[in-house]
């Protein structure tokens, strides 16, 4: 992996929370991948009941000791997104940028 202090990523579908494809610590991907979906579905509706007009980006989540961030894939119509399971002590701003850039190479822009 090309950022550091991450433990695993996987490319998750939005809708089911199944992992496309993932790397590193797989069971916690796996059982994570499909709460976080939730969650991001959840968070997607509740700014379109908003009016918010805007995109989610990303969502970082802190939880037991880990830093979650989940980046939606935008040239998918947030059908994907991408999440990564960091350390406590990750440069979280960075692991923002380079997913960005990892996201924005998927979709080739």
């Given at each position: 992996?090309?950022?550091?202090?991450?433990?695993?990523?996987?490319?998750?579908?939005t809708q089911t929370?199944?992992?496309?494809?993932?790397?590193?610590?797989?069971?916690?991907?796996?059982?994570?991948?499909?709460?976080?979906?939730?969650?991001?579905?959840?968070?997607?509706?509740?700014?379109?009941?908003?009016g918010e007009q805007?995109?989610?980006?990303?969502?970082?989540?802190?939880?037991?000791?880990?830093?979650?961030?989940?980046?939606?894939?935008?040239?998918?119509?947030?059908?994907?997104?991408?999440?990564?399971?960091?350390?406590?002590?990750?440069?979280?701003?960075?692991?923002?940028?380079?997913?960005?850039?990892?996201?924005?190479?998927?979709?080739?822009?």
């Open positions: 992996m090309e950022i550091d202090g991450a433990l695993g990523c996987a490319l998750v579908d929370g199944m992992c496309l494809g993932e790397r590193g610590i797989q069971s916690d991907l796996t059982n994570s991948a499909r709460k976080y979906a939730e969650l991001l579905r959840g968070e997607l509706r509740a700014r379109r009941n908003r805007g995109a989610v980006e990303d969502l970082v989540l802190p939880g037991d000791g880990r830093q979650h961030l989940l980046r939606v894939v935008s040239g998918w119509s947030g059908a994907m997104f991408l999440y990564i399971l960091l350390d406590s002590a990750a440069d979280i701003e960075h692991a923002r940028r380079r997913t960005a850039e990892i996201a924005r190479g998927m979709v080739g822009n």
